[in-house]
């Protein structure tokens, strides 16, 4: 009698086993599902939010139109300099159906290495190209690996150059204005966000 019922119990121990066995095997596969779905569904969020420029959106009433001066503590002597020549580009462009908004801010240049008597390079391989490329950063606030250079231009004289930039997934594409500094670097002086790159 003892034996029949030592057997009953390791029968029932051996069922209790084998199902906690077949949970842990559908369980495991399970939470690896779970956690899998869960990456993919962030993955595309994380990768707007690196993507999708951190600046604010300005329309075409930017204060670069207006003949007032920015109000602030410390006025900003590089883009008062510049103001007249940012309002007649804004102005030349106002009727452009290619431009978005334009944008200005009070940027400052970007630290060179360059001195003396500055000549523009447009050549990919030339410290100037990638002190621009460290402004046109600044100024539509990425990072260099989020945004690819399709054409760099002549601006409206020989010390200043348009940049045509689009962010690596090509949600965004801006033409980026830029002025040299003599001894201080290049300086962003408007950007105009568009639909396509036309140069």
């Known amino acids: 009698m ?3 019922e030592k057997n009953g119990r ?3 121990l051996r069922r209790e086993r084998r199902g906690n066995y077949f949970f842990r095997i559908l369980l495991v596969p399970l939470i690896i599902g779970i956690v899998y779905l869960g990456v993919k569904i962030s993955m595309p ?3 707007q939010q690196k993507i999708e420029p951190k600046q604010a959106i300005a329309d075409y009433n930017t204060t670069a139109m207006e003949s007032k001066p920015i109000a602030t503590d ?15 580009i804004i102005k030349n462009s106002i009727e452009d159906e290619n431009i978005i908004q334009s944008t200005v801010k009070e940027w400052k240049p970007t630290a060179t290495s360059q001195n003396g008597e500055h000549i523009v390079q447009y050549s990919f391989q030339s410290n100037d190209f990638y002190e621009m490329e460290e402004a046109v950063s600044n ?4 990072t260099k690996k989020d945004f690819s250079v399709w054409h760099l231009g002549r601006g409206y004289d020989d010390q200043s150059v348009k940049m045509f930039v689009a ?7 801006y ?14 002086i408007l950007v105009q966000e568009v639909k396509e790159l036309s140069y």
Do not use: C, M
Request: no cysteine; hydrophobic share 40%; proline share 6%.
């Open 45 to 47: 969020i994380i990768e």
């Open 2 to 4: 003892a034996s029949v």
């Open 139 to 142: 100024a539509i606030s990425l």
């Open 167 to 173: 962010t690596t997934d090509l949600t965004y594409k």
């Open 175 to 188: 033409v980026v204005h830029l002025h040299w500094v003599e001894n201080e670097g290049w300086l962003p």
């Open 74 to 88: 410390e006025p900003n002597p590089y883009q008062a300099k510049f103001r007249d020549k940012v309002n007649e």
């Open 10 to 12: 390791v029968r029932k």
